[in-house]
């Protein structure tokens, strides 16, 4: 266990819907990436928050947002849902912003879009 | 953009052999790290490296990065079935996000 949580583990939803994934990073954590894992496929990073603030971004659609609140959840936003959006999407914390730090990953949230 | 390429793609390996997975990152890295992911499992970090040349172990796995800080690789001795996953690497460029390789998928065979 990362102690990083994730819900839900499971979503099933139609085109065009909207989506909402959340996040509870690590206790201490202040950093929250998160990913996307198309099958078989790599991790693509989708945007990073550190204490609040956006600090990173990674190939992220316009239809995606995500933001993270002052208790440090994370939520990401998915908004007009089409079939490829299906995915596992991963959150993972870290304990600062910077270089050098390990990433601990939550369990995933698997979307599937029909 | 810094790109990380991974090969190979798959690997399928006898119980005991031995395996190794390379890393090639198309810009100099500040530091690369190693993730482990089972199946049906979440990435999980085995291993940070960050001077020019570091081999680093960790039992049967071994961990070395190039001399440039654009290349690593992951060598596995006598492998076992508890090996089985895909091994992602990730380069950092100073103070930018990590970039993941496309990952080795490992399977071994009993």
């Known amino acids: 266990d990362s102690g990083v949580t994730q819900t839900p583990k499971h979503l099933i939803t139609a085109t065009g819907q909207r989506v909402t994934l959340r996040c509870s990073p690590r206790?201490?954590?202040?950093?929250v990436y998160w990913y996307q894992q198309s099958l078989d496929q790599g991790l693509q990073f989708l945007i990073q928050?550190?204490?609040?603030?956006?600090?990173a971004k990674g190939n992220i659609l316009e239809r995606f947002s995500a933001q993270q609140f002052p208790d440090l959840h994370s939520e990401l936003n998915l908004s007009s849902l089409e079939l490829g959006d299906s995915a596992l999407y991963f959150c993972?914390?870290?304990?600062?912003?910077?270089?050098?730090?390990?990433?601990?990953f939550g369990p995933g949230t698997r979307l599937t879009v029909l | 953009g810094q790109q990380v390429m991974q090969i190979p793609q798959y690997q399928h390996v006898q119980e005991g052999e031995d395996f190794t997975t390379y890393c090639n990152s198309s810009t100099t890295l500040s530091n690369i790290q190693w993730y482990k992911q089972r199946p049906g499992g979440h990435p999980v970090f085995l291993i940070q490296?960050?001077?020019?040349?570091e081999v680093k172990k960790q039992k049967r796995l071994t961990f070395q990065f190039g001399e440039a800080k654009k290349n690593s690789s992951l060598h596995i001795t006598a492998t076992q079935t508890t090996d089985v996953g895909t091994y992602f690497c990730a380069g950092q460029e100073s103070r930018r996000a990590l970039t993941f390789g496309s990952g080795t998928r490992l399977q071994v065979q009993p």
């Open positions: 206790s201490g954590d202040l950093s």
């Open positions: 490296l960050v001077k020019s040349g």
């Open positions: 928050y550190y204490n609040g603030e956006e600090r």
């Open positions: 993972a914390s870290s304990s600062s912003s910077g270089s050098y730090n390990e990433q601990f």
